[in-house]
């Protein structure tokens, strides 16, 4: 998969090189910014380029939304991306951990700027925004999954904003138009 995985730090730019077509097989990572009134967001989400993912992307995508979820539940006022961090290892098995990527946390803060630096050790508060966005590269077997999601710290814990769009294999290949509701096997139509 010639280009499709680290594009952007490799060339350390947005990549946008659109010379090849995309075979069975392969996943398209969508990391999505958007800009309104000043206010920035980002979401990401990993599509199969056939509608279906392989039982090994399965397998990896699951564990990512594993991972997330593991973030997600541990959101609250006073604990710190550090915090989040360790949550999110626990769920990361070892043979994993080396295509995980992270550098002080699986995400950053957003705002102003898609790329907020991610301030490990400041206590979240309400009205915090940011990304929970656990990225796991393999290049050994060559899949990527990217799901990222947007929250904001609430005073009971957190909301997130990006929850209406699916994370599981069966919910992104459905927004692919490969498998229909109620199909059960991931028909073609």
């Known amino acids: 998969m010639p280009n499709s995985l680290w594009p952007w730090r490799?060339?350390?730019?947005?990549y946008d090189r659109r010379n090849r077509v995309m075979r069975d097989g392969e996943l398209v990572v969508f990391d999505v910014g958007t800009e309104l009134d000043y206010a920035v967001?980002?979401?990401?989400?990993?599509?199969?380029?056939?509608?279906?993912?392989?039982?090994?992307?399965?397998?990896k995508l699951d564990m990512v939304v594993a991972?997330?979820?593991a973030i997600l539940a541990a959101i609250r006022p006073g604990v710190t991306f550090s915090d989040l961090k360790e949550a999110a290892l626990g769920k990361i098995p070892e043979k994993e951990r080396?295509?995980?990527?992270?550098?002080g946390f699986y995400g950053h803060h957003i705002g102003l700027?898609?790329?907020?630096?991610?301030?490990?050790?400041?206590?979240?508060?309400p009205g915090?925004?940011?990304?929970?966005?656990?990225?796991?590269?393999?290049?050994?077997?060559?899949?990527a999954i990217f799901i990222e999601d947007v929250v904001v710290v609430t005073s009971g814990g957190h909301e997130n904003l990006t929850a209406s769009l699916p994370?599981?294999?069966?919910?992104?290949?459905?927004?692919?138009?490969?498998?229909?509701p109620g199909s059960g096997g991931g028909q073609r139509r």
């Open 41 to 59: 967001s980002d979401v990401g989400r990993t599509f199969p380029v056939s509608g279906h993912f392989s039982f090994e992307q399965k397998e």
């Open 128 to 143: 915090m925004v940011f990304t929970v966005e656990p990225w796991y590269y393999n290049h050994d077997e060559e899949i």
């Open 10 to 14: 490799i060339l350390a730019a947005n």
């Open 167 to 180: 994370r599981t294999a069966e919910g992104l290949e459905l927004m692919t138009g490969a498998r229909s």
């Open 98 to 103: 080396p295509y995980k990527q992270a550098a």
């Open 113 to 125: 700027s898609s790329s907020e630096p991610a301030l490990v050790e400041v206590p979240l508060e």
């Open 67 to 69: 991972v997330s979820d």
